[in-house]
Every structure is written in C-alpha cells, then in structure tokens.
C-alpha cells in the first residue's frame, strides 16, 4: 500500500508517463523500503502502526529523496482527504440512522421526539442547562 500510495504521488506530478518509467519504479522502491525499514525502526518490539505514522515517514522519505514536489502533492492529497472525512464524519453524525426497539419492534429513531423529551426534562433547570449538548451526546453514544 506503501508503494501504491508512492506511485499515486508521483503520478499527480509526472503524469502516466512518469510512472511508468524505469527510474520512477526504482525510486519508489526504494523510497518505501525507506519508509518501511523507519517504521520498523520506531518499532523494535513490534506493534500497530496508525495511518498518520506512516503517511509522515512517506513525507519524510520523499522530502529526505529530494522530491519536493511529489512531497508537495502527497501533503495537499492527504490535506484533501482528512476534510474528506471530517465532512463525511459531519454527514454521519447529522444523520445518525439509529434504530430503537420498543416491544420486540425495531424503528428509526425520532430525533425529533427524542429532543422533545429532552428539552422537557430540562425545562426549569436555568440556563446553565441546555438540552442540545445532552441530545448530541445520547445520539453519540
């Protein structure tokens, strides 16, 4: 995967042609046998590795090979994708599709009433009470 996300750097840069190229399928070997060899580095006894632990040594391993702008185009990928997920994240914690189940029948849940319920049993508790922050949380967990 390494390797594959190497290629896809060099690809927005330089094109099909690039890629296939003799040099830039050398350079990407050895730019993820870099990266492979710091991760195990990092990591003598073993363990999990976590996406971003990775991603950074593949910016390290390119800006250290002198491909700044394959660099460049890796950082403004990987940029592009964590607001990717933050909107898809935002999308899905609109829109939680939760499911109750009330004498052995399964339902959508109704926000709408559950937030009605809420705001009722926070009714005259002043105003350091609001019932938004407890609806996100109960939706959460």
């Not at 594959?4 to 993820?32: C, D, M, P, W, Y």
């Not at 090979?65 to 950082?75: I, L, S």
Request: with cysteine; proline share 3%.
């Amino acid at each position: 995967k390494i390797a594959i996300a190497v290629t896809k750097a060099f690809l927005a840069v330089n094109g099909g042609q690039g890629a296939a190229s003799a040099r830039v399928r050398e350079l990407v070997e050895q730019l993820t046998q870099n990266v492979v060899r710091a991760l195990l580095r990092s990591r003598p006894n073993g363990g999990t590795f976590h996406i971003d632990d990775i991603q950074d040594q593949v910016e390290l391993a390119l800006m250290r090979g002198g491909e700044h702008n394959v660099a460049r185009a890796y950082v403004l990928y990987r940029e592009k994708r964590t607001q990717a997920r933050g909107h898809d994240e935002q999308a899905a914690a609109s829109t939680p599709g939760l499911n109750v189940t009330d004498n052995g029948v399964t339902r959508p849940l109704d926000l709408a009433a559950l937030r009605g319920i809420i705001e009722s049993a926070c009714a005259n508790l002043g105003d350091a009470v609001s019932a938004e922050p407890i609806v996100a949380e109960t939706v959460k967990n």
